[in-house]
């Protein structure tokens, strides 16, 4: 049973344009969500986290959107560059403990 | 800060032999550490969760026997591969939780590549 979706695989973006990645998820315990990047044969990176008492957390271009109601959360990337290109992964937690993955969306930005 | 390093960065092995990977937070100590795998075009898969000086605690599927974990201190944890067969081969990756910081957040070191021959 996947708790924390990523129903696109694939994302394909022109450069300067806004990326938005999103990620849906199934149990309302999770408290705590995050956004991580990971490129071929690295660990991920972490870029940017929302707490479920909050709707909206930005951080320069990275801004993640919280809709519990909807169990839904999106990464807006404005404006996306090519250094974006790499696979997001959406990640959850509740009560502090392991983190629950996405499957991860590549993100293909064009020149 | 918050870097984690692993060690080796790529391994070849012979089927039947073991493998040991090496997991260190370099500049923080970390109460928690984690040892995920990834399988080509696949997430993270969580293996196991281990808090420094006591057992490992193994997701289910994992063998426990086959994949050794040892967090000795609060900056090393250890995953030891052993008698690697082929379907061993994947990217191991490992990643901590720091004391002093957000305690939701992990992070991760660079991976490590096992092919097993």
């Known amino acids: 049973d996947q708790q924390v979706k990523q129903n696109s695989p694939s994302l394909s973006v022109q450069e300067g344009r806004i990326s938005i990645l999103n990620c849906d998820y199934t149990n309302s315990m999770f408290d705590y969500f995050l956004w991580y990047k990971k490129y071929p044969a690295e660990g991920p990176t972490f870029l940017i986290s929302i707490s479920s008492i909050k709707d909206k957390n930005e951080d320069g271009r990275f801004t993640v959107f919280l809709n519990k109601s909807a169990k839904h959360l999106s990464l807006h990337i404005v404006p996306s560059q090519p250094g974006d290109s790499a696979v997001y992964f959406c990640?959850?937690?509740?009560?502090?403990?392991?983190?629950?993955w996405g499957a991860g969306t590549k993100l293909i930005i064009k020149p | 800060g918050a870097v984690v390093s692993q060690h080796p960065s790529w391994v070849i092995c012979k089927s039947g032999t073991s493998v040991k990977i090496e997991c260190r937070s370099l500049?923080?100590?970390?109460?928690?550490m984690f040892w995920y795998r990834q399988f080509p075009k696949q997430s993270l898969m969580l293996m196991a969760t281990s808090n420094e000086g006591s057992k490992a605690t193994y997701e289910q599927g994992v063998e426990k026997d086959k994949f050794l974990i040892n967090h000795a201190s609060l900056t090393l944890s250890t995953l030891t591969v052993t008698s690697a067969h082929p379907e061993d081969s994947s990217f191991y990756i490992c990643s901590a939780k720091a004391q002093d910081r957000s305690s939701y957040e992990q992070y991760f070191g660079p991976g490590t590549r096992l092919t097993v021959t």
């Open positions: 500049d923080f100590q970390a109460t928690t």
């Open positions: 990640a959850a937690s509740y009560s502090n403990y392991q983190l629950i």
